[in-house]
T-cell receptor
């Protein structure tokens, strides 16, 4: 019954590898987001999608590529991983209309060795 | 662009006491939304309280209340009767009106320690 679910919760990998994080929401929301939380706990938006369409693409290396197969799913693929990519990545969703809160997944901790 | 500032990296309070976490923000909008999120060690982001800027009344949720000063662009969180389970990172966040896909702008967080 989890509203926003991410997999995997933990990911440890070597530099140069490619990895993906998957996100699904069952809230019927139109908009989904990826946030990055760095080692200092700062949360910064990376991408937002509305109904499968990319809306926001912050200054993020193009090694990061989001993909939204439908409005309930937003995946994050990262190519050629670097040490600095180590962080917690949060998926979130919200209805497009109105300005309610965002609903967050549990986060995926990525560690690049 | 909107900015959110939390000037207290860490706060400590005795169990059962009251603590206030500060937040200021900068915006040119007149209507917007403000939130406090809690992030315990489990990492989950939990909504604590929300405030619509057009509402003059301060929001309250059980032991949690806010002091919203629109002219001063200040949005502090008061936790009464602090409990051990309140220990967490607390983030103040802003969302512009009809925010659409803009999401939230977060402050850098305040680490709240509860002393037993």
């Amino acid at each position: 019954d989890t509203a926003v679910s991410q997999t995997p919760k933990y990911l440890v990998t070597q530099m140069g590898n490619d990895k993906s994080i998957k996100c699904e929401q069952n809230l019927g929301h139109d908009t989904m987001y990826w946030y990055k939380q760095d080692s200092k706990k700062f949360l910064k938006i990376m991408f937002s999608y509305n109904n499968k369409e990319l809306i926001i693409n912050e200054t993020v290396p193009n090694r990061f590529s989001p993909k939204s197969p439908d409005k309930a799913h937003l995946n994050l693929h990262i190519n050629s991983l670097e040490l600095g990519d180590s962080a917690v990545y949060f998926c979130a969703s919200s209805p497009l209309a109105g300005a309610g809160e965002l609903f967050f997944g549990e986060g995926s901790r990525l560690t690049v060795l | 662009a909107q900015t959110v500032t939390q000037s207290q990296p860490e706060m400590s309070v005795q169990e059962a006491e009251t603590v206030t976490l500060s937040c200021t923000y900068d915006t040119s909008e007149s209507d917007y939304y403000l939130f406090w999120y809690k992030q315990p060690p489990s990492r989950q982001m939990i909504l604590v309280i929300r405030q619509e800027a057009y509402k003059q009344q301060n929001a309250t949720e059980n032991r949690f209340s806010v002091n919203f000063q629109k002219a001063a662009k200040s949005f502090s969180l008061k936790i009464s009767d602090s409990q051990l389970g309140d220990a967490a990172m607390y983030f103040c966040a802003y969302r512009r009106p009809r925010g659409g896909a803009d999401g939230l702008t977060f402050g850098k967080g305040t680490h709240l320690i509860i002393q037993p």
